[in-house]
């Protein structure tokens, strides 16, 4: 992962876990430090944990993740591109998900992209709402 793909509140995959980025932390010479000139993470899990941004996982988009992000599947459809589910974000705009690649999306508004991440559709949804995609509680 790159250090431009995540943002604060970004949901990461550390150590088995599923954690939500609390803070990004820039490059910094240190002298004797195992963490020196490298991009660190504190990560929300059950207290807040220091770690490299290289020791961190994507989390792939699924079903579950959509659901649990506050979309709600609403119908499944055939078009041009095959097989769909369509969802409604909790802001109401639409998002098709094929089937067939479990990848590429299209929202309302945008052009189609392909999402096969958890953090890609949270800055999509912040880049075009200003708010953030959070999970239902």
Avoid at 104 to 115: K, P
């Amino acid at each position: 992962m790159k250090e431009g793909e995540l943002r604060i509140c970004n949901w990461v995959k550390y150590n088995g876990c599923y954690c939500l980025v609390g803070s990004i932390i820039q490059p910094t010479p240190l002298e004797n430090q195992k963490y020196s000139d490298k991009w660190l993470l504190d990560l929300n899990i059950d207290g807040i944990i220091t770690v490299p941004l290289e020791d961190v996982g994507r989390i792939p988009l699924t079903e579950e993740w959509l659901i649990g992000l506050g979309c709600n599947n609403k119908t499944e459809h055939f078009g041009s591109v095959g097989e769909f589910d369509w969802y409604e974000l909790p802001n109401g705009m639409a998002l098709n998900w094929v089937l067939s690649s479990k990848s590429w999306i299209r929202i309302e508004g945008i052009d189609s992209a392909t999402i096969k991440y958890v953090h890609q559709l949270q800055n999509i949804y912040y880049s075009l709402t200003g708010e953030e995609l959070k999970e239902k509680k």
